[in-house]
């Protein structure tokens, strides 16, 4: 019977030092849904570039600008999609949870994965301002591993390898650029469906 | 003190919230660890509003690694 006792006191202090420093309500769904508006808007770029390869000479000339418009209206358009999903599923989970949403790890883990993506994004916007599109794919997928890698220690460890996953697409991409398209499908669509599913499950979130 | 072990500090109001207790019940707990040198408190202000941060001491992080050892030697001892 003591036994018990001492497992109980064990576990409620695992328990504290995990709750007190890990996210624990993140939902995996909403990794399966930015997946699918991810892949929906691969769909869209095969639509408007007309092939699954791109041609950065037809890109990186005088009109390049004007022609890369409709792409980076449709990746902002899921990015906005992607992270409002995101929160709003999270916050219903927390809910479930009865955990607190705004507390002193979700604001560590918002501030960890700011950084990267507002770096990331002015690079982007640099990159086509100065007419060269070659790494703006590899880049998108960069900064978004390096903030999963960052943020998974404030929250499930498995995002550091959706990170580290992330990572690797985004350099395959940088050596390979035409194959944007497709990466972009692998990365920021089927990956995050993959692990969105993986944490769903393990987590029964 | 499993809360302020893994972590760098933590305030009052993030610690009621995290143990679900109410302020006075927090408040005695606290004192009873002030009290036996276990903690250390930084009090400051966030504009007008007082805020107070808690730490481990070195001889509190002491004092509950003992408490871990214990309990695992008694679950050791059990079997």
């Known amino acids: 019977m003591k036994n018990n006792d001492f497992y109980t006191e064990l576990n409620s202090i695992k328990n504290l030092m995990e709750r007190s420093t890990k996210f624990l309500s993140l939902s995996g769904i909403s990794g399966v849904a930015a ?32 022609n890369f418009t409709p792409f ?6 899921v990015l906005i999609l992607a992270i409002s999903t995101c929160l709003l599923l999270t916050i219903r989970q927390a809910k479930k949870r009865n955990d607190a949403i705004w507390n ?18 002015i690079f982007i916007v640099i990159q086509i301002f100065s007419k060269n599109m070659v790494f703006v794919i590899p880049s998108c997928l960069i900064f978004y591993g390096i903030g999963l890698i960052s943020v998974g220690n ?3 460890n498995d995002l550091k390898w959706l990170g580290i996953c992330q990572i690797t697409v985004g350099l395959i991409t ?19 469906i993959i ?3 993986i944490t769903h499950f393990k987590y029964k979130q | 003190m499993s809360v302020l072990l893994a972590n760098d500090y933590y305030d009052f109001n993030s610690l009621k919230e995290l143990l679900k207790v109410t302020d006075g019940n927090l408040a005695s707990h606290l004192k009873a ?16 509003k007082p805020n107070t ?6 001889l509190g992080k002491q004092a509950f690694k003992k408490h871990l050892q214990a309990l695992e030697n008694l679950i050791k001892q059990q079997k």
């Open chain 1, 104 to 121: 002193p790890v979700s604001k560590k883990l918002l501030t960890d994965i700011s950084i990267p993506l507002i770096v990331g994004g």
């Open chain 1, 35 to 66: 997946g699918l508006y991810a892949l929906i808007c691969t769909f869209f770029f095969f639509r408007i570039n007309d092939s699954l390869s791109i041609d950065f000479e037809a890109f990186n000339n005088q009109n390049s600008f004007i």
């Open chain 2, 33 to 48: 660890l002030e009290k036996e040198e276990y903690i250390d408190i930084q009090k400051s202000f966030i504009g007008r």
């Open chain 1, 72 to 77: 980076a209206i449709v990746a902002f358009i």
């Open chain 1, 195 to 197: 692990y969105g599913l």
């Open chain 1, 174 to 192: 940088a050596a390979y650029p035409q194959l944007g398209i497709i990466t972009w499908a692998i990365g920021f669509g089927l990956l995050n």
């Open chain 1, 154 to 156: 404030y929250t499930f």
């Open chain 2, 53 to 58: 941060k808690y730490a481990t001491s070195p």
